[in-house]
């Protein structure tokens, strides 16, 4: 029976992006996903490379920070590998807070950076707005931030894997790691079994049924999020990744616009309410009405892979051999790079650039040890 050095459970880009880690390491490396890589949350994400704190949790920020940094190198590599473009921008974002007498106000004291003040007047970075609705009453912000297309990103990823020699076992569902006196032997599919002395569970929001004798639970559980994409009249309309307290919109280079993102608890339900996406497009509206004009491209629904604390599930667990990257809600595409490079760290055997412990499958049981790797 052929065996793998690691067999990953998973092909979002966090998967995608351990794989070609490990891979890089001389490790044989095999992606198992239940349907066709690439195509839940990453899909489904916007693709906002977010570098303000009062977005990110406290714990996360070092993490996020670093992988953002990462991105042009990141995407610089898959390009060269896959042969494919990815749409990386870096024009920065406006973003609309409530700030009252010179501090935040959305329950921060933290003082008002200059850093974050617009170089220039919104009407000349962004022509088409209309401030007069309801950011008037709110304070715009410039944050040097990145936006990437994630579909372009997952399809690159999962070309540079092929190219590398990754396989692949797509439509396969893991019903089950199986393990031998505390230490994992391999996986069991709807298809076949695979072996292997390492797995790892990048399964997102399906991360939690994942089952074997013995290992941890881990309570991930989906957060559907509606969007939509619309082509707008003419390039460069919106030109920045804007976010109010309502709506986000993230343009493409190509004269795309997305619209999002609602944050739903409806289990594993993927369908698009015209309500909701109606609302969603209302609210865009508000901000640039000249978006009425916008042609409707597509709507869709994803489920981030959500955790009790909101904060991803990284590193070793108790059991030899069985690790876990998951649970990054909103995140997934901007802390990939970071995730690969760290979790890397872990499963070889290096220390880890950073420290994982409050990100151990084992905070959510008191009983384990808190299995991070550092």
């Known amino acids: 029976m052929k065996h793998w050095d690691a067999i990953i459970v998973g092909a979002g880009i966090i998967g995608l992006s351990l794989a070609i880690e490990l891979n890089k390491q001389g490790l044989k490396v095999l992606i198992i996903d239940k349907g066709e890589p690439g195509r839940e949350a990453s899909w489904a994400a916007g693709g906002m490379l977010v570098e303000f704190p009062l977005e990110t949790p406290a714990a996360l920020w070092e993490l996020a920070s670093a992988s953002a940094r990462m991105y042009p190198e990141f995407v610089h590599e898959l390009e060269d590998e896959s042969r494919m473009k990815i749409d990386l921008r870096d024009k920065g974002a406006i973003v609309f807070v409530e700030q009252k007498k010179g501090t935040w106000h959305r329950g921060s004291s933290a003082p008002l950076q200059d850093s974050y003040r617009l170089p220039r007047p919104l009407l000349e970075l962004e022509p088409a707005f209309d401030v007069s609705g309801r950011v008037s ?60 002395g390492t797995i790892v569970n990048c399964a997102g929001a399906w991360a939690g049924q994942i089952d074997g004798n013995g290992l941890p639970a881990l ?152 299995g991070a790797g550092c």
């Not at 399809?155 to 393990?179: C, G, M, N, P, Y």
């Not at 004009?293 to 051999?321: M, N, V």
């Open 137 to 196: 009453q709110l304070t715009p912000l410039f944050l040097r931030e990145r936006s990437v297309d994630p579909r372009q990103l997952t399809a690159a990823a999962i070309a540079a894997a092929k190219h590398r020699e990754i396989e692949f076992s797509s439509r396969d569902q893991v019903l089950a790691i199986e393990t031998d006196d505390g230490k994992v032997t391999g996986v069991r599919t709807s298809k076949t079994r695979f072996t292997g």
């Open 219 to 370: 309570p991930t559980r989906p957060v559907k999020g509606q969007m939509l994409c619309v082509v707008t009249p003419y390039k460069e309309m919106i030109r920045h990744v804007i976010r109010t307290p309502e709506v986000y919109l993230i343009p493409r280079s190509d004269g795309r616009l997305l619209i999002g993102a609602t944050q739903e608890e409806a289990g594993f339900d993927k369908q698009t309410v015209p309500e909701t996406i109606q609302e969603l497009r209302a609210a865009a509206l508000d901000v640039v009405p000249k978006l009425a004009d916008a042609r409707i491209l597509e709507a869709w629904a994803g489920l981030r892979p959500g955790t009790p604390d909101a904060l991803p599930i990284l590193g070793a667990t108790s059991t030899q051999g069985y690790f876990v990257a998951t649970g990054h809600f909103r995140d997934g595409i901007q802390l990939a790079p970071v995730t690969a490079r760290v979790m890397g760290q872990v499963i070889t055997g290096e220390k880890p650039d950073f420290d994982l412990a409050a990100f151990g499958a084992g905070r959510f049981h008191k009983q384990e040890p808190v």
